[in-house]
T-cell receptor, first 117, second 114 residues
Framework: DTGVSQDPRHKITKRGQNVTFRCDPI?????LYWYRQTLGQGPEFLTY????????KSRLLSDRFSAERPKGSFSTLEIQRTEQGDSAMYLC???????????????FGSGTQLSVL | DAKTTQPNSMESNEEEPVHLPCNHS???????IHWYRQLPSQGPEYVIH???SNVNNRMASLAIAEDRKSSTLILHRATLRDAAVYYC???????????????FGKGTKLSVIP
């Protein structure tokens, strides 16, 4: 399977704990995105990487959130001191960055479902 | 960003065509129209996109109104596997702050009746 892979699929944690999610994009894709989706809503943008550089962050990405993409390959999203409001599906997407953004096709993983108790 | 408006839900019978509408009356001349769909328990999946002309691919067709203020995603023969939430998204051709993000609305939930 050469799609976007996310791990774990499900995470249950207690409020105040730290959690880390991993995303493995499609191998030749240089662009990587993180989105968050709550029940009944569409995905919301969190952050964007081009290779290893984090080029854009949403205001949704509070100081408790940090994302990395060392060496421009896999990416991690860490949430520190989790809160119940962090409960959501965290989606990773990647794309091959060629040409205009308007023609870009994103490939999404199946997401990590986080439940904060 | 220009916004899109879609019906909350639609139903279709299996093996019949489905026309999913999207209104985008404030679309700019440089906005592309993208469609993604999200099957239950999965991430969104790219379906199709276009600028002015109608577009066809193996999954669907995209019909764009002449004034570009609306578009319609056409599934030619709905199958049970097409039951999903369909998102209509505008994306500007110019890069700049905020341009990397796709702005999803709530989309249209399509139910396919056997």
């Amino acid at each position: 399977d050469t799609g976007v892979s996310q791990d774990p699929r499900h995470k249950i944690t207690k409020r105040g704990q730290n959690v880390t999610f991993r995303c493995d994009p499609i191998s030749e894709h240089n662009r990587l995105y993180w989105y968050r989706q709550t029940l009944g809503q569409g995905p919301e943008f969190l952050t964007y990487f081009q290779n290893e550089a984090q080029l854009e962050k949403s205001r949704l990405l509070s100081d408790r959130f940090s994302a990395e993409r060392p060496k421009g390959s896999f990416s991690t999203l860490e949430i520190q001191r989790t809160e119940q409001g962090d409960s959501a599906m965290y989606l990773c997407a990647s794309s091959l960055g060629q040409g205009a953004l308007s023609n870009e096709k994103l490939f999404f993983g199946s997401g990590t479902q986080l439940s904060v108790l | 960003d220009a916004k899109t408006t879609q019906p909350n839900s639609m139903e279709s019978n299996e093996e019949e065509p489905v026309h999913l509408p999207c209104n985008h009356s404030t679309i700019s001349g440089t906005d592309y129209i993208h469609w993604y769909r999200q099957l239950p328990s999965q991430g969104p999946e790219y379906v199709i996109h276009g600028l002015t002309s109608n577009v066809n691919n193996r999954m669907a067709s995209l019909a764009i109104a002449e004034d570009r203020k609306s578009s319609t995603l056409i599934l030619h023969r709905a199958t049970l596997r097409d039951a999903a939430v369909y998102y209509c998204i505008l994306r500007d051709v110019y890069s700049g702050a905020g341009s990397y993000q796709l702005t999803f609305g709530k989309g249209t939930k399509l139910s396919v009746i056997p």
